[in-house]
Each structure stands twice: as C-alpha cells, then as structure tokens.
C-alpha cells in the first residue's frame, strides 16, 4: 500500500524524504489563479524518482459551470495542466468536481463535464489521466452527493475517468465512510486514489477543513478502513507541516501492515 502526502511544490521529492513518503502530490502553479504551468527544472528527477506524483489542478476549474468566462477557461486550464502533469510523470491529475448556478442547471453542469471529455477523447485523450474529486460543499455541487456523483458518471462513464475519494470531504458533504467504496465503486467502478483526511467540521457540515488523523470528528479507523477496503494508493493533504504529515503516514502504515 502506497501512502504519501500533499506537499509543497518547490522541491517535492525532498519534501517525499522528509516525510517518508512513496507518493506526493503537488501544484503545478497558485491553487487560485488561472496560469498555465511551466516546464520544471526538476522534471527528469520526478520521471526517474521511485516517488510516484500525482498533480492537482486550480481549484478555479469549473467546467460544469454555466458561465461561458469560467467554463471554457476552466476547460483549457484542465487540459494545459494535464499536459502539464505528462511532463512530470504524473500517475493523475485531480480535479474538483466543480458547481453550478442553480438545482436547476445540474443536468447542463453534468453535459458540460461530458462535452470536456468527449472534447478531449476527440483530440487523443488527456495527456495525463483525469481523476474527478468529491467535494464538501454546495447544494449545486455535481460531486459532492452521491445521487448527483451518479448522473455525472451517467455522462462521463463511456470515457476514461478517474475517481480520487476524499473521506473530509465525504463526511462534511454528508456521506458515511461506514460502506463508503461499496457504494462508490457502483457508482464508478474504481477509486484510484485515496486523500487520508480527517475533518474540522462535523458530518454533513458542508465545511472543508481537513485535520490531522487522530484530531478530527471522523474514526481515525474509519478512515483507515476506507483505505484498505478500496486497495488503492492515498495520501494526506493534513496540516503540521513534515511533522503532522509523517505522524499521519506513520498511522496509516502501522494500521495498514
């Protein structure tokens, strides 16, 4: 089982040392802005590195939104970042599963993910696979429930899509982490990735605030039963610095051994 952490992008595969880490996960550029990413000095290192990395995109993609200004910069942005991504050696590039207006428009933010894929396989797919993430937030949210997770892999499904679970955000969005991959893998058929977070915030609270393993409100063996039973690699994206983070990694392999 390979585990690792949310780190700082300016040297990440020192960071993945500090840590102990066999994955790290990174920013290509600012979370919030809208730049495209630049070509890495380090980027042979990365390829070469037994670390596997894994990039996440701006958190201001959205191309399920209805507004034409941030749909289809958030549809170029995805791709300049998946490009991006390839250039690392990334295994994913995680995205948000991104909002719309109003209740009413969710069947047009679900048709507006499809025509992004569709759009994508039409020029030879992403150059780095795509792995949609639950959100925590949002009554118009097309990941965060799983009855509207469901019909947005009614549209996507026929594509290549990946799914990263993030069990702050399943927890504060308002889903049980007790059969959480049961349920999930219905929906998807996979989970590729894990983000080990616990939350701040209490079930269904809508709040994103990750914490440490053995601070939040979630069972710290919830989670690490979340883990085992979906198989795949995780990380954490918890606060402490190397500190906080390797106690975390530390909890998670004890537990996993």
């Known amino acids: 089982m390979r585990i690792g952490a949310h780190v700082d992008p300016a040297e990440p595969l020192a960071e993945a040392a500090a840590r102990g880490a066999d994955l790290v996960q990174f920013f290509l550029t600012d979370p919030q802005g809208w730049a495209d990413p630049k070509d890495r000095p380090d980027a042979e290192a990365l390829i070469a590195s037994d670390v596997d990395v ?47 207006e109003s209740a009413d428009g969710l069947e047009a933010g679900f048709d507006n ?44 499904g026929e594509y290549e899509v990946g799914f990263c679970l993030d069990t702050c955000h ?45 601070a939040g409100e979630i069972d710290p063996e919830l989670i690490v039963a979340v883990i085992r039973a979906a198989g795949a690699p995780a990380l954490v994206e918890t606060p402490g610095g190397a500190d906080g983070q390797t106690a975390d990694i530390t909890y998670l392999r004890e537990r996993l051994a």
């Open 54 to 100: 894994y990039i996440h995109a701006p958190y201001r993609i959205n191309v399920a939104s209805s507004n034409n200004r941030i749909r289809i910069p958030s549809r170029k942005l995805l791709f300049r970042h998946a490009s991006g991504a390839a250039k690392v050696g990334a295994k994913g590039l995680i995205v948000h599963g991104g909002h719309v």
């Open 113 to 156: 993910w499809r025509k992004t894929f569709k759009f994508a396989a039409d020029e030879g797919g992403f150059a780095t696979p795509v792995l949609i993430e639950n959100t925590a937030g949002g009554d118009n949210a097309c990941a965060r429930r799983f009855d509207a997770l469901a019909r947005l892999w009614d549209a996507v």
């Open 170 to 214: 399943a927890h504060a969005g308002g889903e049980d982490l007790l059969d959480i991959v049961e349920r999930v893998k219905a929906i998807t058929g996979r989970i590729d990735l894990i983000h080990a977070n616990n939350s701040r915030d209490g079930f269904d609270s809508g709040r994103d605030r990750h914490d440490n393993l053995t």
